[in-house]
């Protein structure tokens, strides 16, 4: 189920590479897309958000979706943490970039 999860979301960012920020050359770019789904794929919210400040075109389509990205990541890695009775656990987090 996650993997069908990623595979749209992989899919919704290529869509979304095309408005990233124009440069010089046509390999810059790729580099620049490259480098912002290297960070996607580790599933870090920080990472994520890094590599936004530096490769996506603020108030861009790309940039929303990367702040989309990064809020599911971080409520998924906060709603890990609840036990049976909603009581925030520090107990019980998984290892950054790993997801269940």
Known sequence: MAHNYFK???????IITLIFIPSQSNAASNQNVDKFMQ????????????????YVAANSSADLFAKLVINHFNA???LK???????VSPS??????VLK
């Open 76 to 78: 998924t890695e906060y």
């Open 92 to 97: 019980d987090h998984d290892l950054p970039g």
């Open 8 to 14: 749209r979301i992989y899919a919704l960012t290529f």
């Open 81 to 87: 943490t609840l036990d049976k009775y909603g009581n």
């Open 39 to 54: 960070a996607l794929k580790t599933a870090q919210p920080l990472k994520i958000e890094s590599a936004r400040k530096k």
